[in-house]
């Protein structure tokens, strides 16, 4: 067992400890209580938690047995998906206290492979724009991102080993990259969206927050319900790694620029097969077809809530997703829709070069102020475009914070993206 | 007013007749509670009615006048679909007299129109085989068709104008062509299916059923929340009808065969361009692709019921798309969504010569039976391929039960399949 305090590991050397008897279901949820206790006053990353619902969860998992593959690993779990045992609240008054009657599928395959369901942590309203409670684990005056804002200071600031999220355009990349995360957002459609409330199901998809990539992968297969299988090595010749600056580059910061330009140099140096990948004029429309389909498909999703409980809903949403929602008309959403399938194919073609891309996580730094939680630029096309993307946290911003780099994949080839963080990983230790 | 009993109109003539002033939201309401009353022994097609909700909201609406383009029209629900009002139970033992907390959009955006909530519907088990209590309005013995099992029975026997169905393969247009009625299968994508219980995501839509092409084209502008616009004339000189006997036909029984065949010649001799179409060899693998992409999700879906109720599933089920979902690898999976966005963008080139399909909606009429609801082959295709589709209810077959005929249209361009459906209803008139 490593030699670290428990509830520093990651969710492979926890799965591992409790397998081999080295440590209990219960040792591991006491340790990430106690420092959850400790944190949580100065970070507020939780909606949810009950100490006892924890333990009794952990004993149940001790006294059971091996269960599945993430045997005693404690999961957060945004408060935008449904829990049994547990409200969820979606981050709106209006929800406070309501109690789901079943798991969301991802909650119950969480639970399948021996997870232990921490508690929830907090969500913005909604999974859009208006914050909650969280703020950055290592500095009080600054956001910890969103939507997935609990999530990503939980995992960060070493509560849990893991969390799920959400994202429609960068919710869990942005979180992940400010809190020095591994944070990955799969191929759209792979992982079960029943019993997540939907922001905006043509772009939605779950995303996952660790501290590793090896963690990644194993939650991954968790949640598609299948046999785990590590990422495999690979052969830095084979790998062909499409530097791309992103039509949005001069709005990442100089710190981010300085970073980015360093990694894909280093990364050509320790033999991989660097080339500037510049994404034609097309793209540069994606973030007009992006808020046509989330907004259209967003306000229509909060009927319910605006027709019952309009006072309930924050004026961040009301002036800014729910207004361009109904500005928007029918024939612009489909046809922003069909721009976005013609862009996916568009880029398929891009990845006739390379395996992956590499490309900011985010402007720089968690900025300072709670009322935003960070532009979202620098994932809108590839979310906008359905395809796997990894935050990695391998650089250190002027202010002494996390700065994230992305890899993208090609649709549906999320173990090459895998296989390709590993290595990058390897090249930064 | 039209000069028939209340409960025998139109959406659209209800809507008219009580914007008037010529009826009352409660005299329409009274009129379909008292036909239910009669037949509903027979027919057994509601899992929930409750005539004092029912008079609650209609008299509420008759208060509060005016509210939108359904005031006073009574719409039934699948049980798929969750209501705040009323139990939701998803066909199965296990969800019995759950309540949800809050409307699916589908239905919240109903009531913003001023439909009236009458009851909901018998759905299959989960929208999936496992047959509920419905039979058929014209012949006890037989099938009403399945999954939407109540809302093809209630609406074809006059119940209801209106009701909301799910398609995950044939599960509205099967229902709704056995019943005599007019089904509608929209572009995937186009309507919200939050707060709907997810079969396969991937596939899955509402469907409309309904008694004229009119109400399908109003109510799905009430679904989209667009204002309403009734479908445009079509000059039969412009429009291209390609009929598709499909794959399948060989599984069509003779009447159908031969009312297709001499429906395609009518057509033609209205003075419609109708060319014969053959799909492509790629289609005839169909089956497999949509097997695989629906029970694979499907499965997953069910995850919480299969680890927290498995001795509530059918055996049916379990036999069924469960064992098949278990079987199939996530590799073969993908595969499918790959081969099924590789027949979209194939289906779309058959569109270059013509604007609509013409097809089979079924292999026959309802057959006799109580355990199974009828072959989905005459489907598959079409919603596997995102594809808008009506089913029209042009023919009778050797027992005087209703033939549907189904016309196909472009994906993306659902009014120009209403504006041809309602000229071919024309030409049966």
Same mark, same amino acid.
């Given at each position: 067992m490593p030699d670290r305090d428990l509830h520093q590991l990651t969710a492979n050397e926890i799965a591992r400890a409790v397998a081999a008897g080295q440590c209990s279901a219960v040792d591991v949820a006491q340790a990430c209580l106690d420092h959850i206790a400790e944190r949580e006053p100065q970070v507020g990353a939780w909606e949810f938690l009950d100490p006892d619902l924890v333990l009794k969860q952990a004993r149940e998992l001790d006294a059971a047995?091996?269960?599945?593959?993430?045997h005693g690993v404690p999961v957060g779990i945004k408060d935008i998906i449904d829990t049994a045992d547990m409200p969820?609240?979606?981050g709106s008054p209006i929800h406070a206290g309501h109690r789901p009657h079943m798991?969301?599928?991802?909650?119950a395959l969480t639970r399948r492979a021996g997870g232990l369901i921490m508690g929830k942590t907090v *969500? *913005?309203? #909604?999974?859009?724009?208006h914050p909650g409670k969280t703020r950055h684990p290592r500095d009080p005056q600054r956001t910890p991102g969103g939507s997935s804002s609990g999530s990503g200071a939980a995992v960060g600031d070493c509560m849990v080993p893991l969390a799920l999220g959400t994202q429609t355009t960068a919710s869990t990349i942005r979180p992940a990259a400010f809190n020095g995360c591994v944070g990955y957002r799969p191929t759209w459609g792979d992982l079960r969206m029943a019993g997540v409330m939907e922001a905006a199901g043509s772009v939605d998809t779950l995303g996952i927050i660790a501290r &590793?990539?090896?963690?990644?992968?194993?939650?991954?297969?968790?949640?598609?319900? $299948? *046999?785990?299988?590590?990422?495999?090595e690979i052969d830095p010749r084979q790998l062909r790694i499409g530097y791309c600056r992103s039509p949005f580059w001069d709005q990442a910061d100089a710190?981010?620029?300085?970073h980015l330009d360093a990694c894909a140099k280093h990364l050509a140096r320790a033999g991989a097969n660097v080339l500037d990948v510049a994404l034609p004029r097309d793209f540069e429309q994606i973030e007009s077809v992006h808020r046509r389909i989330s907004s259209f498909e967003f306000v229509r999703n909060r009927a319910w809530e605006i027709d019952n409980h309009w006072d309930g809903i924050s004026d961040t949403l009301k002036m800014g997703r729910l207004k361009h929602g109904l500005a928007c008309t029918f024939a612009e959403y489909r046809a922003a829709r069909t721009e976005a399938e013609q862009l996916r194919l568009l880029l398929d073609d891009e990845f006739a070069d390379c395996d992956v891309l590499l490309t900011p996580s985010a402007a720089g730094e968690a900025p300072?102020?709670?009322?935003? $939680?960070?532009?979202a630029v620098f994932c809108s096309i590839w979310t906008t475009c359905h395809v796997? &993307?990894?935050?990695?946290?391998? #650089?250190?911003?002027p202010n002494g914070l996390p700065l994230g780099a992305q890899l993208v994949g090609r649709r549906n080839d999320d173990r090459r993206l895998f296989a390709a963080a590993l290595w990058v990983m390897a090249q930064y230790k």
């Open positions: 047995g091996p269960r599945g593959p993430l969820t609240a979606y798991d969301a599928v991802c909650v *969500t *913005t309203e #909604f999974a859009n724009r &590793s990539v090896e963690d990644v992968v194993l939650y991954r297969d968790v949640l598609i319900d $299948t *046999t785990p299988e590590p990422a495999v710190a981010t620029q300085k300072v102020g709670l009322n935003e $939680t960070g532009t796997p &993307s990894l935050t990695l946290p391998l #650089f250190t911003g």
